[in-house]
Each structure stands twice: as structure tokens, then as C-alpha cells.
């Protein structure tokens, strides 16, 4: 979801160093955080008992600043190309924050959403893109994911699905996927008698 389909980069920003700051913890952090579920980048920066009070800071935070969050260019387009049973939204996001988000950029979310609260182990586990294509009703053989963050990459070729890397939080030579494109604009699905047909329209 985010960095894929919406970007909240600047409310992220402001909100996890609001939190380090409170916290002294040094935001060099950030560097290495990107795509990982909140408690596991959390539980590497602060002691074990701090972990709960911090997640639980982080997603104050995070939920009471929802301005400058935009959709991605080609991000509504290309979900609203696809078919209601074919799609899903995995994310790290705890399900409020993921509501929040959403509902801040009105972007109409599937009716499948896993988020971190929905499985044991987050990203870059396979468990989210297990549970995606569970709910979907596929063999996740049969399922595309398109990622910005090597963390939710890694998961979904764990998973056993197809990959897509999309540059903007990390560049091109970050991002291990089958395929890697600029933008989601750069994208296109039709429907046809066998299935989805992804068409990949190069600058």
C-alpha cells in the first residue's frame, strides 16, 4: 500500500521522528526501515520493554497525522482495472492506520485487505502473501504482487508469487523483482476468456 498505491512518506516522516525524538533514538533509522512491520523495525531500536509503549506511541501518531497523502499516479487506474475477486491489498500497516490512510486519500480499497494484524509473522515472512492469496482463493503460483520495498519483495518470492518492483522509496538496483518500472502508470491489465493480460508500456 504504501509507496505502491498511496504515499504517505511526509505524515511517516514526521510522526516516526516525532517518536525518536521523544525516545532518543538517533533517525539514521529510517534508512533501513521502509517496508517492515512497525514492531519488528521497532524491537530492533529500543529495549524489549519499551517495544509495546513505542508501537502504541508510533501508531498514535501516525493515525492523528494523515495530511499530504496522495495517490500514486497510475495506482487507481490500475486496481480499477482488475476485477474485484482478483485483487488484493497487502500491507504492513496495522488495519487502523490502513483505514486511515485510505479513507484520507479516498482510494477505493478491495474488498481484500490483510494487514499486519492479520497474520503470525509480517513482512518479509511469506505469511501476508500467503494470506492475500488464501483469501483470494488462488495458488499464490498464480499471483502477481508489485512492491517498493525489498523487505515485501523478499516476502513475496517466499510466498512463490510473480514480482513486480516499482522505484520511488528505493531505486531500480534495490529492488529484486522480475520486472521493475518507474511507475504504476507505466502499467496496463486487460481481462480476457483465460485470465488477467499485464501490458508493460516502457518511456
Same mark, same amino acid.
Given at each position: 500500500?504504501?509507496?505502491?498505491?498511496?504515499?504517505?512518506?511526509?505524515?511517516?516522516?514526521?510522526?516516526?521522528?516525532?517518536?525518536?525524538?521523544?525516545?532518543?533514538?538517533?533517525?539514521?533509522?529510517?534508512?533501513?526501515?521502509?517496508?517492515?512491520?512497525?514492531r519488528a523495525l521497532l524491537a530492533s531500536l529500543v529495549a524489549a520493554e519499551q517495544v509495546e509503549t513505542s508501537i502504541a506511541?508510533?501508531?498514535?501518531?501516525?493515525?492523528?497525522?494523515?495530511?499530504?497523502?496522495?495517490?500514486?499516479?497510475?495506482?487507481?487506474?490500475?486496481?480499477?482495472?482488475?476485477?474485484?475477486?482478483?485483487?488484493?491489498?497487502?500491507?504492513?500497516?496495522?488495519?487502523?492506520? *490502513?483505514?486511515?490512510? /485510505?479513507? @484520507?486519500?479516498?482510494?477505493? $480499497?478491495?474488498?481484500?485487505?490483510?494487514? !499486519?494484524?492479520? +497474520? =503470525?509473522?509480517?513482512?518479509?515472512?511469506?505469511?501476508?502473501?500467503?494470506?492475500?492469496?488464501?483469501?483470494?482463493?488462488?495458488?499464490?503460483?498464480?499471483?502477481?504482487?508489485?512492491?517498493?520495498?525489498?523487505?515485501?519483495?523478499?516476502?513475496?518470492?517466499?510466498?512463490?508469487?510473480?514480482?513486480?518492483?516499482?522505484?520511488?522509496?528505493? *531505486?531500480?538496483?534495490? /529492488?529484486? @523483482?522480475?520486472?521493475?518500472? $518507474?511507475?504504476?502508470?507505466?502499467?496496463? !491489465?486487460?481481462? +480476457? =476468456?483465460?485470465?488477467?493480460?499485464?501490458?508493460?508500456?516502457?518511456?
Amino acid at each position: 500500500m504504501d509507496g505502491t498505491l498511496i504515499d504517505s512518506t511526509p505524515a511517516v516522516v514526521r510522526s516516526w521522528l516525532r517518536w525518536a525524538s521523544e525516545f532518543g533514538v538517533d533517525p539514521s533509522f529510517r534508512e533501513r526501515g521502509h517496508g517492515l512491520p512497525a514492531r519488528a523495525l521497532l524491537a530492533s531500536l529500543v529495549a524489549a520493554e519499551q517495544v509495546e509503549t513505542s508501537i502504541a506511541r508510533v501508531l498514535e501518531l501516525e493515525l492523528a497525522d494523515t495530511d499530504d497523502i496522495v495517490v500514486l499516479p497510475g495506482a487507481a487506474a490500475l486496481m480499477g482495472s482488475i476485477p474485484e475477486a482478483r485483487r488484493a491489498i497487502v500491507t504492513s500497516c496495522a488495519r487502523p492506520l *490502513a483505514d486511515v490512510r /485510505l479513507a @484520507a486519500t479516498r482510494f477505493a $480499497a478491495p474488498a481484500v485487505v490483510v494487514t !499486519v494484524d492479520d +497474520t =503470525p509473522r509480517g513482512k518479509p515472512h511469506p505469511d501476508p502473501y500467503l494470506e492475500g492469496a488464501r483469501r483470494l482463493g488462488f495458488d499464490p503460483a498464480r499471483c502477481l504482487v508489485i512492491e517498493d520495498a525489498p523487505a515485501g519483495l523478499t516476502a513475496a518470492r517466499a510466498a512463490g508469487c510473480a514480482t513486480i518492483g516499482v522505484t520511488g522509496t528505493h *531505486a531500480a538496483h534495490d /529492488l529484486d @523483482a522480475d520486472l521493475v518500472v $518507474a511507475s504504476l502508470a507505466d502499467l496496463r !491489465v486487460s481481462v +480476457t =476468456p483465460d485470465g488477467l493480460l499485464l501490458h508493460h508500456l516502457p518511456a
